[in-house]
């Protein structure tokens, strides 16, 4: 499911969509996709997801992380998840901050190569 997810970032100069494995041209430098939605196996219902969502957002923010919109999808599209693409931080940063949050993995973009990072 995860190596096979496309991701998109809405860069400053458009939306790149990508996958594990691939660069990310015209990225300004490394970044994690992070998501607040379907912690685990939990499914909840939308309205779940975005209060979670909204609440990575705020703590994003409040550790004054750089961000731009990103979505993590299904290849046939049929799933997505609303995240964040977080600059300005490391790796460990980032795992913290999934973990913080229920998540397994993060789509982590080194400044060459897209990897996951499992939590």
Known sequence: ??????????????KVA??????VPGAPGPFAVVTAYNPGRER?????NEARNR??????E???F???????RSGDG???????????LELEDALQLARAFGQAAVCWFDGRVVRLAWC
């Open 1 to 14: 499911m995860y190596q096979s997810a496309v991701y998109e970032v809405e860069l400053l100069t458009g």
């Open 18 to 23: 990508f996958r594990v494995g691939d660069g």
């Open 44 to 48: 909840p219902p939308a309205e779940v």
């Open 55 to 60: 609440e990575l957002l705020a703590e994003i």
């Open 62 to 64: 409040r550790r004054g």
């Open 66 to 72: 750089r961000w731009l919109p990103a979505e993590g």
């Open 78 to 88: 049929a799933h997505r998840e609303p995240s964040f693409a977080v600059f300005g």
